[in-house]
C-alpha cells in the first residue's frame, strides 16, 4: 500500500472517529470511567502563516499539526492534579493512541520530545489502556507556557496504576514531536 494511500486511509479514519480508537457501544476499552468528550472531525488546512504545534514523524507521512486540527482530533476531557505545578486543572486533549493512530506507529511504544530538550517514552501498553493525553486546553483555555503548554502530556489521576515516582517523567510539558521508540 503506497504512503499516499495510507494518508488517505488515515484521513478517511480520523473523520469517521473509528479506527483512531473511538470507543464504540459496549467497547470496554479500558477508558472507563473515562470517555471521549468529542469524536474527531475532518482536519481544517492549516491556514497561511498559522503555527504547527505538535509534528508526528516516522510513520508513512510527516504530520505538522497547527491548534485547530488538534482541536479536531478525538478529544477526551478529565480533571487531575499537575504535580509539578502542584494544581488541580480539567484538561482537554487527544488520547495519545489516537495521535499514534494517525502517525500511522499505533502499537508502537512513543518517544516524546519537548522544546526545552527534554525525551521520554512511553509504553503502548500504558496509552492503549488508559486515556493519557496530549493536552492542548486546561479549564477550558489554551494552556499558556507558564502553565506548560501550548501541549503537555497528562496522565489520569490514578496513584495505583500511574506512581508518580515511577510515571513522574510521563507528564511532558513543552512537547513538540512524538515519534515511535527505536
Not at 507521512?61 to 478529544?75: D, E, F, I, S
Amino acid at each position: 500500500m503506497s504512503a499516499q494511500l495510507r494518508a488517505l486511509l488515515a484521513l478517511a479514519a480520523l473523520a469517521s472517529g473509528l479506527a483512531l480508537g473511538v470507543p464504540q457501544a459496549g467497547d470496554d476499552s479500558g477508558f472507563r470511567p473515562f470517555s471521549y468528550v468529542r469524536a474527531g472531525r475532518p482536519l481544517p488546512p492549516a491556514r497561511p502563516g498559522e503555527r504547527a504545534l505538535l509534528t508526528l514523524e516516522g510513520g508513512p507521512r510527516t504530520w505538522r499539526l497547527t491548534r485547530a486540527q488538534l482541536l479536531a482530533l478525538p478529544t477526551v476531557r478529565y480533571t487531575t492534579e499537575h504535580a509539578q505545578l502542584h494544581r488541580t486543572f480539567t484538561y482537554e486533549g487527544v488520547p495519545l493512541r489516537n495521535l499514534a493512530a494517525l502517525g500511522g506507529f499505533a502499537g508502537q511504544d512513543l518517544r516524546v520530545y519537548a522544546s526545552n530538550g527534554f525525551v521520554t517514552t512511553l509504553r503502548a501498553s500504558d496509552y492503549l489502556a488508559a486515556p493519557i493525553m496530549l493536552a492542548h486546553t486546561a479549564n477550558g483555555r489554551p494552556i499558556p507556557v507558564l502553565e506548560k503548554g501550548p501541549l503537555t502530556v497528562v496522565l489520569p489521576s490514578d496513584p495505583a496504576r500511574f506512581p508518580a515516582r515511577l510515571y513522574g517523567a510521563a507528564w511532558v510539558w513543552f512537547a513538540e514531536r512524538i515519534t515511535p521508540a527505536p
